[in-house]
C-alpha cells in the first residue's frame, strides 16, 4: 500500500504562482512512477504532467507545459508540482497518484490516489 497526501493548495491570483506537494509513505516511493491529475467543476479528470520513480522521465499534458513542473525528491518520498502563469481555467481540485508504471493519459488507472487538495485562481 502507498499512501498519498497533497498540501499547498489555496486561493490565488491570475498569473500567480504554487507549489503542491504530494507525500508518500508505505512503500519505497522511487519504484513508483507519480502523477498529477485535476479535475475541475463538472468536468472529467485529466492528467496532468507525470513522472518516473527515478525522476529521469516526464511527461506532460499540452495545456500545462511550460507552465507547470512536476519533480520528486525520493530521499523526501515526495512528489511536486510546480504551477506558474496561474489562469481562472487552472481551477479545479488537484490529485497525485502512483503506479509502479507511469501512464500519460486521461485514462490513466493509477494503483494509488491522494485525497486531493483545492486550487482556486481568482480572475
Known amino acids: 500500500q502507498v499512501q498519498l497526501v497533497e498540501s499547498g493548495g489555496g486561493l490565488v491570483q491570475t498569473g500567480g504562482s504554487l507549489r503542491l506537494a504530494c507525500a508518500a509513505s508505505g512503500r519505497t516511493f522511487s519504484n513508483y512512477a507519480a502523477a498529477w491529475f485535476r479535475q475541475p467543476p463538472g468536468k472529467e479528470r485529466m492528467f496532468l504532467a507525470g513522472?518516473?520513480?527515478?525522476?529521469?522521465?516526464?511527461h506532460y499534458t499540452g495545456s500545462v507545459k511550460g507552465r507547470f513542473t512536476i519533480s520528486r525528491d525520493n530521499a523526501k518520498n515526495t512528489v511536486y508540482l510546480q504551477m506558474n502563469s496561474l489562469k481562472p481555467e487552472d481551477t479545479a481540485v488537484y490529485y497525485c497518484?502512483?503506479?509502479?508504471?507511469?501512464?500519460?493519459?486521461?485514462?490513466?488507472?493509477?494503483?494509488?490516489w491522494g485525497q486531493g487538495t483545492q486550487v482556486t485562481v481568482s480572475s
Open positions: 513522472i518516473s520513480g527515478s525522476g529521469a522521465i516526464r
Open positions: 497518484a502512483a503506479d509502479p508504471l507511469l501512464c500519460s493519459s486521461n485514462t490513466c488507472n493509477y494503483d494509488y
